[in-house]
């Protein structure tokens, strides 16, 4: 578990974030939503260490917080942008150098497998890849680690509906191993596999709840796109025909279902 207590960051004489507090589990899916300029990437430099908050704490109950941090990864958000070895293998390899030929070779294997992508692809020079596969081989050059923790700040970004489907895929192999933190200003891909939500919006953090506790009506008032099965169910559920606002596909039909009894 990691808990942030009040966190604050200035810079430029500006205050971009403002006494966040939220908490995020181990081994579940934890998605940091907020509307463009909440704060989020801010917040998760400052969780990973990159940068450091004016005040407030992490606190990690299970030990030192700079540790978790040196285990943490980090999938930036167009991580294919900063690509620099002649092949795929090189690529995802070379921050593991020294864990020695044969474990390097099983983790590089594990980690593109992980991604759903062949083994030839390993010979390939990264320049000639599709936008997805590099996406894909960017996160295998994290994964390749074996962090306790990832971070994705908006892996769904630049992606079209199969890409975005494939991340998912890809986070739904990592779920319950690994405990994930996905940024992203829109629920719609992860609304049916994400365990924790943190809203937030001009700095600061709305709710920190459970996936079945969320609140709708503050998702809305901080301007993110709503799921439209959801924003019919929390109509419907106003109107008192919906027992519940329901968060996936399935749990709309059985509302549905409900209404004709
Ligand atoms: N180094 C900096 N100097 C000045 N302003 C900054 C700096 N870093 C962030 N900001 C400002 O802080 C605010 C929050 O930025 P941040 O990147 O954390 O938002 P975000 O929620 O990740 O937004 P997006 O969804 O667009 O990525 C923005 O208004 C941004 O311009
Ligand atoms: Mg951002």
């Known amino acids: 578990m990691l808990i942030l207590k009040n966190i604050s960051y200035s810079i430029a004489g500006k205050n971009i974030l403002k006494s966040v507090s939220c908490e995020f589990h181990a081994r579940m899916l934890s998605v940091i939503l907020g509307p463009s300029g909440a704060g989020k990437t801010t917040l998760a430099r400052i969780v990973k260490g990159f940068i450091h908050q004016d005040s407030g704490e992490i606190i990690f109950p299970r030990g030192d917080v700079k540790d978790i941090q040196k285990r943490m990864g980090f999938v930036f958000q167009f991580p294919e942008d900063a690509f620099f070895a002649e092949t795929v293998y090189d690529e995802i390899a070379y921050g593991i150098r020294n864990f020695g030929l044969d474990e390097e070779k099983k983790r ?7 991604v759903g992508l062949s083994q030839e692809i390993l010979n390939r020079d990264p320049a000639t890849l599709s936008y997805g596969e590099k996406r894909r081989i960017a996160i295998s050059s994290v ?31 990592m779920k319950g191993k690994t405990s994930i933190m996905v940024i992203t200003h ?76």
């Open 143 to 173: 994964v390749v680690f074996n962090p306790d923790w990832i971070m994705f700040d908006e892996p769904f970004s630049g992606l079209d509906w199969q890409g975005k489907n494939a991340m998912k895929k890809i986070l739904m192999n």
């Open 186 to 261: 829109d629920l719609s891909p992860l609304v049916d596999i994400f365990d924790w939500i943190v809203l937030m919006n001009r700095g600061t953090t709305i709710f920190s709840l459970p996936a079945e506790r969320i609140l709708w009506d503050e998702v809305e008032t901080s301007g993110v796109n709503i799921p439209f099965h959801i924003k019919v169910g929390m109509e419907l559920k106003k109107e008192n025909l919906f027992h519940n606002i329901p968060l996936t596909l399935s749990e709309f039909v059985k509302e549905i279902k409900g209404l004709s009894r």
């Open 108 to 114: 590089v294997k594990e980690a593109v497998h992980l």
